[in-house]
């Protein structure tokens, strides 16, 4: 068992920045790869970011690309997702995943991007 917390949501004009952890407990932390995806009204969940268990390997989906950056602390057991230069469109819930046994989710984290 997996259990994740995300946190660091809010509202924010377009053009700001904010930055979204998420705190892993259960399983051995460093072990496992972990996502952040996003939801946003009447969409589908789609992919943003990923992190290799050891942080070395990231892959960002191509929306974020060059604006968001996913780095994780495993001393910390916690995951961040850093996310600059943001737009209305980037409005969304963001959850987090651990990618270990059936996959995890957390609650989600509300984003509001005003224009």
């Known amino acids: 068992q997996v259990q994740l917390v995300e946190s660091g949501g809010g509202l924010v004009q377009a053009g700001g920045s904010l930055r979204l952890s998420c705190a892993a407990s259960?399983?051995?932390?460093?072990?496992?790869?972990m996502n952040w995806f996003r939801q946003a009204p009447g969409k589908e969940r789609e992919f943003v970011a990923t992190?290799?268990?050891?942080?070395?390997?990231?892959v960002y989906g191509d929306s974020v690309k060059g604006r968001f950056a996913i780095v994780r602390d495993n001393a910390k057991n916690t995951v961040y997702l850093q996310m600059n230069s943001l737009k209305p469109e980037d409005t969304a819930v963001y959850y987090c995943?651990?990618?270990?046994?059936?996959?995890?989710w957390g609650q989600g984290t509300q984003v509001t991007v005003s224009s």
């Open positions: 995943n651990a990618n270990i046994g059936p996959g995890y």
């Open positions: 259960g399983r051995t932390f460093s072990s496992y790869s």
């Open positions: 992190i290799s268990w050891d942080g070395r390997t990231t």
